[in-house]
């Protein structure tokens, strides 16, 4: 929300996001995006549409699945166009949804517009401060185990689909959080925090995590390359690895390949 001030005049002007973990998941722009792909079936068409980069969309795509409770986008494949995306039933659901609650945002404006009897409350009102996680890879779950040690515990999370996913937090944590089996919360986890691999289903590794997928993007770069490996029921996973190891595994598009990642690396939140 914000204000436009002209002498003692007051006017109330805002714009709807809705939050996940303390972090933006939906607002116009993305709404618009997926309006987009609906009505193209390409996200490349979709990202010309509403002035945004492919690379750019694609990443509003992957961290809106990954945060929704089911895929709100899917790929097809094949065809002779070479496949595209198009929009599931919950994402159409979900453009609907949030056009209602965009209206009754309007209508709460002006409410408050006709409402306000001086500046000082509404600046009260507006203070509200919001964490911003910098981590490329935000999983919603659902706690399945807790097996507490002296100082740390071991967290265990399902993820939709049923991909399971190993956290190690300190007890004070799992306090603070009020973390409990059956209980929803977030595994974050940073791109450059995973390590990409390639046939390893029967390696033997440290790391508790390991997500096996479909590469879906591979972004180069003269130092770092960005990989996004499609690990089902929607969730998509990035990592930053160099661009040689990228070059050195043949990674492409379409290809097969798995993302490991240390229980330590896991950060949990609760919304």
Not at 77 to 96: D, F, P, V, Y
Not at 173 to 191: C, R
């Amino acid at each position: 929300m914000t204000m436009k001030c002209s002498g003692h005049d007051m006017e109330v002007a805002g714009t709807l996001w809705l939050h996940k973990a303390d972090r933006k998941f939906l607002g116009s722009d993305r709404i618009g995006l997926l309006e987009k792909i609906g009505e193209y079936g390409s996200i490349t068409k979709a990202a010309k549409a509403v002035g945004v980069s492919y690379k750019t969309a694609w990443d509003m795509v992957n961290h809106l699945n990954n945060m929704a409770d089911r895929p709100l986008v899917e790929r097809t494949a094949g065809g002779k166009g070479g496949g595209g995306t198009r929009l599931t039933q919950a994402g159409t659901e979900l453009i609907e949804q949030f056009s209602i609650i965009q209206e009754e945002h309007r209508r709460f404006l002006d409410s408050i517009s006709e409402r306000l009897v001086n500046g000082d409350s509404l600046y009260t009102f507006l203070r509200r401060i919001a964490m911003k996680v910098s981590a490329r890879n935000v999983f919603l779950g659902t706690v399945s185990g807790i097996t507490k040690g002296a100082v740390n515990a071991e967290v265990s999370l399902t993820l939709k689909g049923g991909t399971p996913v190993t956290a190690v937090v300190t007890n004070a944590s799992i306090d603070s959080l009020g973390l409990a089996v059956g209980k929803d919360a977030y595994a974050i986890v940073k791109a450059s925090s995973i390590i990409i691999g390639t046939d390893l289903h029967d390696a033997k590794v440290s790391a508790r995590n390991i997500m096996c997928g479909t590469i879906v993007k591979v972004i180069e770069g003269p130092v770092s390359t960005e990989v996004d490996v499609e690990i089902g029921a929607g969730n998509t996973i990035s990592a930053v690895i160099t661009h040689e190891s990228a070059v050195r595994l043949g990674l492409k598009e379409g290809g097969h390949a798995c993302a490991l990642f240390k229980a330590s690396s896991v950060i949990l939140g609760v919304s």
